[in-house]
C-alpha cells in the first residue's frame, strides 16, 4: 500500500498539483470522469495538513456520495497518511501526521445523510428533534394519510367525476417528488398562488380543492413523524438546514469545521444546496467536487441547476481561480474520448426542459505514462 501512495503521489499532474495547492476558499473544483478527483481530494486534504501545523483531521468535515466511497475514501486517506509519516524525517512533522494516522478511522467522513444525522443527533434539541429518533421510509404510511384524506373529501361535487386512485396517486407523486427536491408547499406559498385559468372557473376551483388536500395530507404526516419521532432520509438534510438556520449553532459548527470537503457535488437536491451555502456564509472553507456531466440523480431530487446556481456564487465571492477545472482522462483511448465529447456538444431534453452542458471537452494527457492519477 505504501508504494501505492508513493507511485500516486509522484506522478501528480502540474495541473493536479496546482489544485492542491490552491489556497483559496470556496472552491468548486470541476473534474470529468478519469481525471483524478478522488487523489486530488485526498493530497489536498494531505497538503493542508502538512502546511498548517495547527490543523488536523478533525478540522475537517468529509462527505462523500455512497457507503462504499466513504469506505475507499477513509482507506485511501488513512493509507497516504501512513505514507507520509513513513518518509518525513522532521520530528515535528512526524508526530503531527502520526495523531493524524491514529484519528484517522474516527473523522467526520460520511455520506451526507450520515453528516446531517450526526449534527442532529449532537445540536438537534435546538430545533425540537430529540436525539433518539428514528429512521425510515415514510412512504406505506404516506400513502395511507393519502387513501384517508381523498376518501372523506371524495363526495365534493368538484371531484365526483375524477377516479379516487388517480387523485391518490397525483398527490403521492407531488409528496414524493417534493420532499425529494426539497420543496416545501405550504399554505402561505398556496394562498400567494394564482390560479387565474381565463374562462375556467371549474379548473381553478379544482387547483384550490386539490391543494387544500395536499396540506390536509403534508400536515398529517408531518404530525405523524413527529408523533413517532421518525425522520425520513430526506427530513435529514431539511432539518439540518432548519438547525443551521439557527445563528448559535452555525456559529458552533463553523468553529468546528475549518474545511468541508464534498464530492459529487453535481447530485445535489435544494436542501443539500441551502446546506452548503450557510455553512460557505459562516466562514466554513469550503472545497467541492463535481461533473454535471455525471449528474444521474435527477430521479431522486439531484437537479444540476444547484451546481450551476453554486458556482456562480463561488465567482462572486472569489477572485482568482474559483473553479479549476481537471480534464485529463487518464483512463481510455483518444477515439472514445472524441466521440464522449462530440456527444456532449448537443443538447439533452430531460422533463420536457432542454439542458445544455457546459464545453469543458475531455482531453489527453501529452503522456498517460508515468503521469497524472487517474482516481
Partial sequence: MGNMAERKANSLTPKQQAIINLNSYPQYLRAGAGTGKTEVLIQKIIHIIRSEPKTSLKD???????????????????DSLYHEWLNVLDKEEQQQLRFNVEIASMIDLSTIHGFCENLLRNYGLAIGVASNFKIKSFRHKINEVIGEIVNENYDHPLVKNIPQYKINKLMSILLISNSDHGYVIDKPSVDKANFNTKENDYWNEVKCFFLDLYLKAYNKIEELK????????????????????????????????????????????????DLVKLLITAGVKVFLVGD?????????????????????????????????????NFRTDASLISIINNIFKHNFTFNEQKIAFPLEPLSIPASKEGTGVDE
Avoid at 468535515?61 to 488513512?78: P, S, V, W
Fill in 226 to 273: 413527529q408523533h413517532e419521532n421518525t425522520l425520513t432520509p430526506n427530513d435529514l438534510i431539511k432539518k439540518t438546514v432548519e438547525l443551521l438556520s439557527n445563528e448559535h449553532i452555525l456559529r458552533k459548527l463553523s468553529n468546528k469545521y475549518k474545511y468541508l470537503f464534498i464530492d459529487e457535488f453535481q447530485d445535489t437536491n435544494k436542501d443539500q444546496f
Fill in 60 to 78: 475537517f468535515g468529509i462527505i462523500t456520495f455512497t457507503n462504499k466511497a466513504t469506505d475507499e475514501m477513509r482507506m485511501r486517506l488513512t
Fill in 292 to 328: 454535471d456531466k455525471q449528474s444521474v440523480y435527477a430521479f431522486r431530487g439531484a437537479d444540476i441547476q444547484n451546481s450551476r446556481q453554486m458556482s456562480n456564487i463561488i465567482s462572486q465571492l472569489q477572485t482568482g481561480d474559483h473553479s479549476p477545472k481537471l480534464d485529463e
